[in-house]
């Protein structure tokens, strides 16, 4: 192999660092089912909306998040990280509390919100969202993941 095409291996920052805040595939999933289903006229990531929804209905107020089973500690598939415990213990941890203000805040706001793990098949995500658009006043969630 030429000297040119070697590849180094990636660092554990390096790699951490790629991992993406919006325009994950699991978002990019979830729009491409709701546009399929007919669910139209969201916003994608809106930074005046507290939290930046990854799908926004700001005129019914309906706020979804995609939560990944890692990041947000899913209790049916979170496997918590030998190397370097405490800093992943902490990072997840907080990662929860920031979800669970972030979605008391919207609540008193008037907000429906919907947290889906990455993990629902996503004809459960599309009845997460239509159930929760016909019913955008409810002060509880649907489909949360124990927030």
Known sequence: MPLGNARRKLTRGE??????????????ALRKVLWAAGLRGYRKNPGNVLGKPDVCWKGRKVAVFVDSCFWHRCPAHYVAPKTNAPFWEA????????????SGKLRERGWLVIRLWTHLPTGGMVRAV?????????????ADPGL
């Open 15 to 28: 790699i951490m660092a790629r991992i993406r805040s919006k325009e994950t595939g699991p978002e990019i």
């Open 91 to 102: 990072k997840t941890r907080r990662n929860r509390e920031r979800d669970r203000e972030v």
């Open 130 to 142: 239509r159930l929760g658009l016909a019913r955008n006043r409810r002060e509880h969630s649907v």
